[in-house]
């Protein structure tokens, strides 16, 4: 630990700017919040641009202020996951700092926007975030602001009322009385109201808690006599605390866990194996995934998960977790999962519905204890505004008391890659154009994104592969929007690697290297697309779809279990930005077969009408994820079945070459989903 700490400051004291040596008469000198200044660059958490050049009137930017944060908190400093966060960039690593904490959050799309000035607000909202994680409790006044009709920010107007309850933010005094003041909200921060802020806030807890704020300590477990021995463990000072009573078998520590009221673990040395209600999650270290199983021999692997995601606990066993990962049900080693009791924590991945009736997925991490939030296509009419909403699967949705109140797939994350968009090589590129240019504003990784971004004039060659390759354009622009944040990552614009090919969690600084950017394209289109996860009898083949964790690309493609449905998000904003041409075009249904299913080239069951063999495969803990499909047409064969048109998801030609484009499945065999 001691050796920890000396390299981080030694990071810390090697990366940061000197403080600089103020002399009395000096750019401090009579200002309002001096005092405040002052306190804050002896402590070396405001620092100036250069010998003397404080700048105390100067706007704050969030990195700035994350800056700030981080070394007000004694945070150590970390790498940043946000995609517009260069990692070469001075105040990265207190980004990251901040990041884990989740007190400052990103955008839907995973951004930080770190050249963006902080408002007065939103400033507020990350102080009551910080009073939370450092869980102190703030006795609330009644406080009232003139211009509380000026706050926009959920949450904001109530935290301003919390930090004026405790005279760290206040705003201007008013004349309606001593408990009203003038806030202004949508004012820029200045670096002196900051220094103020932060002075404050550590007054405050070296009152409360009699120390200035530090790095929060991590559980430890007590010394285990017998690391084959099984213990109980209780929950004091919100963490798990093993108790001293061995049991030698685990169903003697199950039989001990049951009967007890205070038990809410069981460890086996220091791993823990059990706890009576909470969420399991991928255990990692990041780069490590962890193995979903179709059996506890662990012989058939289904899917993997990255570090520090979601899963749900069905059952409890000596050697193994049988857990559901979105529609998959599947046994996980002891070794590779762990868990977080409700007791300890509630944070856990939820859905809701913004503003303007978009789905939001909001991601909990339990390695980085942090928050992400992404869209995904319209919020379904079940789902009102302000309600969280819990869903494995990101389909089946239950409410806040596990009550099921609806089911709902995502237009674009389950429309077939065999569709074809209705926008042309010019409306996609002109998309693009327009994005990179809106991007360019972020600054920092999309520094002259206009000019630089590999995605630029890709359209045309896009919209080949869908002609050629049946691959929707749409699809493969988003799916590279989202592999190389607009084609400005490190790996695009170094090696033209669009869609992390060759890229993988254990070896991030891996990849497979193009001559131009197209070639990409056609590796994904050719060698993915069309050979291993389309095409059914792929390798990896389990429905032709972005998908989730159990249908789709998703399965196997990426180890992010929302990798499809932000594939899905990419799509739905493209086309919401050209028109909404193509959301609901096609009629969406997925096979109900659990053994294997024909696919035909016309509406009768002949020995010459097989076009293609779905293989057989698990339904998912629903019973209603199967291959999913795009219906074209519907009519009755001579059998008298209804028959349903369908795309193919195979890559057949016929005698003269032509792709074989429709096939035909019998009614019964699926059912609607859109």
Do not use: C
Not at 130 to 138: G, L
Not at 159 to 178: H, T
Not at 593 to 606: D, H, I, K, M, Y
């Amino acid at each position: 630990m001691k050796r920890k700490l000396v390299a981080i400051l030694t990071v810390i004291l090697l990366t940061l700017p000197i403080v600089p040596m103020l002399t009395n008469a000096d750019e401090l000198t009579g200002l309002t919040l001096e005092k405040e200044m002052r306190a804050m660059i002896e402590r070396g958490i405001i620092q100036g641009y250069g010998e003397n050049d404080i700048r105390p009137k100067g706007e704050v930017t969030r990195e700035q202020f994350a800056a700030f944060l981080a070394r007000t908190l004694k945070l150590p400093l970390t790498e940043s996951s946000f995609t517009d966060v260069n990692p070469s960039t001075e105040l990265a690593s207190s980004i990251g700092a901040i990041q884990v904490t989740g007190v400052m959050q990103g955008t839907t799309d995973n951004r930080f926007m770190p050249t963006k000035n902080i408002t007065r607000e939103e400033m507020a909202l990350t102080m009551d975030r910080v009073i939370k994680y450092k869980k102190i409790t703030v006795n609330q006044k009644e406080i009232t602001f003139e211009d509380d009709g000026k706050f926009t920010l959920g949450g904001g107007l109530e935290a301003a009322k919390r930090l004026a309850s405790i005279q760290v933010m206040s705003g201007g005094s008013s004349e309606l009385g001593p408990d009203t003041f003038i806030f202004k909200p949508k004012a820029i921060s200045t670096r002196d109201q900051v220094a103020a802020v932060l002075k404050r806030f550590i007054d405050f807890v070296e009152e409360y808690k009699g120390e200035v704020p530090d790095e929060e300590e991590k559980p430890t477990t007590p010394p285990v006599t017998d690391p084959n021995k099984f213990q109980l463990a209780i929950i004091e000072n919100n963490s798990l605390v093993v108790q001293e009573k061995n049991y030698n078998t685990y169903t003697d520590a199950v039989q001990a866990f049951n009967a007890s009221s205070t038990a809410q673990g069981i460890y086996q040395g220091k791993e823990l194996l059990r706890v009576k209600s909470g969420m399991a999650f991928a255990q990692g270290p990041v780069g490590n995934n962890t193995i979903i199983y179709s059996s506890p021999s662990f012989g058939n692997q289904l899917t993997y998960l990255e570090a520090g995601r979601e899963m749900r606990i069905l059952e409890h066993a000596e050697k193994y977790i049988k857990v559901q990962v979105a529609d998959t049900v599947g046994y996980v080693k002891q070794s590779q999962i762990d868990f977080v009791p409700t007791a300890i924590s509630d944070n856990r991945d939820y859905y809701s519905v913004d503003t303007n009736q978009a789905l939001l997925h909001n991601t909990y991490n339990y390695l980085s204890k942090s928050y992400g939030t992404y869209s995904i296509g319209p919020a379904p009419s079940f789902m009102k505004r302000g309600v969280r909403y819990y869903a494995a699967d990101g389909v089946h949705f239950l409410d806040g008391a596990g009550k099921a109140v609806g089911t709902h797939h995502p237009y674009f994350q389950f429309q077939s890659i065999r569709t074809t968009t209705h926008y042309t090589a010019e409306q996609l590129d002109a998309y693009i154009l327009t994005k990179l240019v809106e991007k360019e504003s972020e600054k920092g990784i999309y520094k002259n994104a206009s000019t630089k971004s590999k995605l630029i004039g890709l359209g045309t060659y896009m919209k080949q592969m869908e002609t050629e390759n049946h691959v929707n354009a749409l699809f493969i622009l988003s799916t590279a929007i989202h592999e190389s944040n607009y084609g400005m990552s490190s790996k695009a614009q170094g090696i033209n690697n669009l869609f992390g090919i060759g890229v993988f969690d254990s070896t991030p600084g891996g990849g497979k290297q193009y001559a131009k950017p197209e070639n990409s394209v056609l590796a994904f289109v050719t060698q993915y697309a069309n050979k291993n996860y389309g095409p059914p009898a792929g390798a990896y083949a389990r429905g032709a779809v972005p998908g989730n964790k159990t249908a789709g690309f998703n399965v196997h493609y990426a180890s992010d279990p929302t990798w499809g449905a932000k594939i899905a998000g990419h799509m739905w904003r493209i086309d919401q930005a050209m028109g909404s041409h193509d959301i609901n075009t096609y009629r969406l249904a997925m096979t109900n077969q659990s053994g294997q299913l024909n696919v035909r080239t016309e509406p009768a069951v002949r020995p010459d009408t097989l076009l293609f063999t779905y293989k057989p495969r698990d339904l998912g803990r629903s019973g209603e994820t199967g291959y999913p499909v795009a219906i074209i047409e519907q009519k009755v064969g001579s059998d008298g079945y209804n028959w349903y048109k369908v795309l193919s998801d195979d890559i057949k030609k016929d005698n003269t070459g032509k792709y074989i484009e429709f096939g035909w499945i019998r009614g019964d065999l699926v059912e609607d989903i859109n």
